[in-house]
């Protein structure tokens, strides 16, 4: 539907967490009123409304992922199916019958718990600020393969984090700044540099709001029902500890997420 250049202006000062959803309510009632163009006048009326209602409108929970889904040439791995065994976890526990019984007065959209899925690391979906935010991830591992110095690893690499020093015959691998996006390996042609484990890198505690601060990153990559493991944790967490709609980023302290740390390497080292 064509929108207005008043109407795309004032859409975009709405707060990014909803105007997503105010963009889709206000074609849905402009294209059953007959219109086929949005005015600003179709913005205010749609959006008064959709405020008016909020509490009507947040279920409990948000979870995101990227725009491009399969198309994304970066994507490292398929999370659909992640996708739905995590909501299927909030709508188990029922977080939004947990918020309307500790929220004093009505639900906003802040209260929701927020996570993000991205299918690789530039993360688009923004999982640096969220609650929980879990990224693609393809660890590469250098093999015994002779290398054929063709350098395709460092052409693909976006991080510069590849080099093929003259007095090594394999390339090396600056783990500290690799972001695990997987290209290297993609383009290997000798088999010198393989993907060694896929999975996910999760982070937890970002929030935006009046005292901003970007998720701790737990050490490793997880495999799908590790990350459920992290998820259902978390949500037991926050029903646990939260009062008032107080958000996880708030209540998960740098204690708590040490203290999830060792349990997961405690979890890791029983089943080696």
């Known amino acids: 539907m064509f929108w207005s250049k008043e109407a795309e202006d004032a859409i975009k000062k709405v707060p990014f967490f909803v105007r997503k959803k105010v963009r889709a309510r206000v074609e849905k009632e402009a294209a059953g009123a007959g219109k086929k163009r949005v005015s600003l006048a179709d913005v ?11 509490s009507q409108e947040v279920k409990g929970f948000q979870v995101d992922t990227c725009f491009a889904g399969g198309g994304c040439p970066n994507r490292v791995l398929d999370s659909e199916s992640l996708l739905e065994k995590i909501e299927g976890l909030f709508n188990k526990a029922d977080i939004l019958a947990f918020l309307k019984k500790n929220v004093k007065g009505d639900l906003k959209f802040h209260h929701d718990f927020r996570v993000t899925l991205a299918e690789c690391p530039n993360a688009c979906s923004q999982p640096q600020i969220k609650d929980i935010g879990i990224i693609g991830a393809a660890t590469p591992l250098i093999t015994d393969a002779a290398c054929s110095a063709c350098a395709a690893c460092i052409e693909a690499c976006p991080d510069d984090c590849i080099v093929l020093p003259e007095s090594s015959e394999k390339p090396l691998i600056d783990e500290g700044a690799c972001m695990l996006c997987g290209k290297c390996a993609a383009v290997c042609p000798t088999g010198t540099i393989v993907e060694k484990h896929k999975g996910f890198r999760i982070l937890l505690g970002g929030k935006l709001g009046r005292h901003p601060q970007l998720a701790r990153e737990l050490p490793g990559v997880f495999n799908q029902q590790e990350v459920l493991d992290v998820v259902e944790y978390c949500i037991t967490f926050y029903k646990q ?26 979890k890791r080292n029983c089943l080696r």
């Open 44 to 54: 205010k009326r749609t959006q008064a409304r959709f405020l008016a209602k909020m």
């Open 241 to 266: 500890h939260s009062k008032n709609g107080k958000r996880f980023a708030h209540i998960f302290r740098p204690s708590d997420f040490e203290a999830l740390v060792k349990r997961i390497q405690e």
